[in-house]
């Protein structure tokens, strides 16, 4: 099965990206909860699992902090060893911007890294990319110095957005940006602004979304959270979707496919103790 496509920067990529916070131990929920998540899943071995799975369904692009962690380059390494196909990686770098000569050399060292990891796009980290927005003249500063080394190193650029502004003022002056990371989620879970100007920065935006956290970590679930993306965005957007175990995966695709194709997701249902006679 091949999940449907986008192109970004000339790139092929599926519609579905594979999310990692449930793999590196970012839930945003409880500290608790991130341990496990790391006790479980950050290995070689789940991750490559749970990567094979995505591919099953022709989904072979994953984002993460790839050329900081081992062990998720690890993970893709043996999945593309298992397959013999290869992953795309979309790696979001956290990148020193500070204006000095020490600054750059480590933002270089990093965006290096990025590149030895095989990584095909380097979004600079929010984190990172915010420190630059200057709203009093609607511009990005020094952004361009960075994206340049990103292209030097044979990597496609692009900026994690959290902060709306990004995708407005990168647009605005036609930075050498491919694409944008944008939280967006039925339930304006971490997003700075309301749901439906969050939708009319992404459906204005000059290039494709990779939209993150569409079940608002948890907050909702897969059907609403992965439904109300898929119906609101462009087919040039993306959603990236994050998962624990290979049934999550196929729950997820299912019922992502369903609201592209605009059909009930064929699933099962949720487990209780005693389910009304409606449920049954």
Avoid at 160 to 181: C, Q
Avoid at 185 to 201: A, R
Wanted: proline share 5%.
């Amino acid at each position: 099965m091949s999940f449907p496509r986008t192109t970004v920067g000339g790139l092929s990529l599926p519609r579905m990206l594979i999310g990692t916070n449930h793999l590196l131990g970012w839930g945003h929920k409880t500290a608790s909860l991130d341990k496990s998540i790391v006790a479980r899943n950050k290995n070689r071995e789940v991750i490559s699992s749970i990567i094979r799975t995505y591919m099953e369904y022709g989904i072979d692009a994953v984002m993460a902090p790839i050329g900081g962690t081992p062990e998720m380059t690890d993970g893709i390494k043996d999945a593309e060893d298992k397959t013999g196909k290869r992953v795309i990686r979309i790696d979001t770098p956290i990148v020193n911007m500070d204006d000095s000569a020490a600054g750059r050399a480590e933002a270089q060292k990093v965006i290096d890294r990025c590149k030895a990891a095989g990584s095909d796009f380097c979004l600079i980290h929010h984190s990172s990319a915010e420190q630059l927005v200057n709203k009093n003249t609607q511009t990005i500063d020094r952004l361009p110095d960075y994206t340049k080394m990103i292209r030097d190193a044979g990597m496609i650029p692009g900026l994690s957005a959290h902060m709306p502004e990004l995708i407005v003022y990168s647009d605005a002056n036609g930075y050498d940006v491919e694409t944008y990371i944008q939280i967006y989620n039925c339930m304006g879970f971490l997003m700075q602004v309301e749901i439906e100007y969050i939708h009319k920065v992404i459906i204005s935006a000059k290039k494709p979304v990779m939209t993150i956290k569409p079940m608002a970590a948890g907050r909702v679930t897969p059907f609403v959270g992965l439904t109300f993306n898929y119906a609101t965005l462009r087919e040039c957007d993306m959603v990236t979707v994050g998962a624990s175990s290979g049934d999550e995966v196929r729950e997820d695709v299912e019922i992502a496919l369903a609201a592209i194709e605009r059909r009930p997701p064929d699933t099962e249902g949720r487990n209780s103790p005693n389910k009304s006679s409606i449920m049954l």
